[in-house]
């Protein structure tokens, strides 16, 4: 699969069908400008709650970045439960995201973690607190992949965000 992200703004998304609470998603992927100059694509993998309440349910942005030529790799996880947003950030450096890799993301009862080309990069569990809940403990989500536009309706550096293949599995 081949997202584009068009200098006029215009991209792409995919949603899973499948809403679940806990498994794990691997996804084969990488992105890249196509074009030199203008707002920058922001590739990424997320488990999104079926419930579409990021606030009340949590949000597991397991592959995020800022930069289709990027360098390093993020993860954004939003606890549930949390009206302030409270979230852990975490960074792997150097990961050429232009050049193909194997990612991974397990969601059990007893935590989130993730990974990178066979490699744990993060894992978390617990974290309750009077502003959120425990990381774990989305009720359900699912899958999707996106090539976001935070940009604009014009001005945007072309770009694209290819899957080669998603595995998932209970």
Same mark, same amino acid.
């Given at each position: 699969m081949t997202m584009r992200g068009e200098a006029n703004g215009d991209t792409g998304w995919l949603r899973q069908q499948l809403d679940r609470q806990y498994g794990r998603w691997e996804i084969r992927s990488r992105s890249r400008n196509t074009g030199t100059s203008g707002g920058l694509y922001h590739p990424l993998h997320l488990i999104w709650p079926t419930s579409g309440k990021r606030l009340q349910d949590g949000e597991y942005d397991w592959v995020e970045y800022s930069n289709p030529d990027a360098q390093c790799l993020q993860a954004f996880l939003h606890y549930p =439960?949390?009206? =302030?947003? *409270? *979230?852990?950030?975490?960074?792997?450096?150097?990961?050429d995201m232009t050049q193909w890799h194997n990612f991974?993301?397990?969601w059990t009862p007893a935590g989130v973690a993730g990974y990178v080309d066979g490699v744990e990069w993060f894992r978390l569990s617990g974290g309750a607190g009077s502003d959120r809940g425990d990381i774990q403990d989305m009720p359900s989500g699912h899958l999707n992949i996106q090539l976001d536009n935070f940009t604009g309706s014009s001005g945007l550096r072309p770009a694209v965000f290819e899957v080669d293949w998603v595995r998932v599995y209970s």
């Open positions: =439960s949390s009206p =302030s947003d *409270k *979230k852990e950030r975490r960074e792997r450096c150097p990961v991974a993301f397990e």
